[in-house]
């Protein structure tokens, strides 16, 4: 029987995510933050950037979320690398607006959640 356990998503900034990133890989389980830049209702993927890096999500699946340019979401999900052009798309399985929220505060609770996580020896949301 496969193990069908939902890994959970590791907390990671859109700067932390790189072809040699230890995150860049395919079906790893991440959440993301950032302004969505932009959305395709056609093809239900929008692209959120934060600090200068971006990443295209997934949003077929979500379903009672409103996407509005310019506002900033957080998104669950696995991540899927494209084999023709290396390119990586995260295939969301829940999503929110997180207007308001202090983006350089949460880069840094991002940076010390993974440091306590080392120190305490679990591994699995720290890489």
Do not use: C, W
């Given at each position: 029987?496969?193990?069908?356990?939902?890994?959970?998503?590791?907390?990671?900034?859109?700067?932390?995510?790189?072809?040699?990133?230890?995150?860049?890989?395919?079906?790893?389980?991440?959440?993301?933050?950032?302004?969505?830049?932009g959305?395709?209702?056609?093809?239900?993927?929008?692209?959120?950037?934060?600090?200068?890096?971006?990443?295209?999500?997934?949003?077929?699946?979500?379903?009672?979320?409103?996407?509005?340019?310019?506002?900033?979401?957080?998104?669950?999900?696995?991540?899927?690398?494209?084999?023709?052009?290396?390119?990586?798309?995260?295939?969301?399985?829940?999503?929110?607006?997180?207007d308001?929220?202090?983006?350089?505060?949460?880069?840094?609770?991002?940076?010390?959640?993974?440091?306590?996580?080392?120190?305490?020896?679990?591994?699995?949301?720290?890489?």
């Amino acid at each position: 029987m496969a193990n069908s356990q939902m890994e959970p998503g590791a907390p990671i900034t859109l700067q932390e995510l790189y072809p040699s990133s230890p995150f860049y890989k395919e079906a790893v389980s991440l959440r993301v933050t950032g302004m969505l830049r932009g959305y395709s209702v056609e093809t239900a993927i929008g692209v959120i950037e934060d600090g200068g890096k971006s990443l295209r999500i997934n949003t077929q699946n979500l379903r009672d979320v409103s996407f509005r340019v310019g506002s900033i979401y957080q998104f669950i999900g696995e991540l899927h690398i494209e084999q023709s052009n290396n390119e990586a798309i995260l295939q969301a399985r829940t999503g929110r607006n997180v207007d308001g929220i202090d983006m350089n505060l949460y880069r840094k609770t991002v940076e010390l959640l993974r440091q306590f996580l080392k120190e305490e020896g679990n591994s699995n949301m720290v890489e």
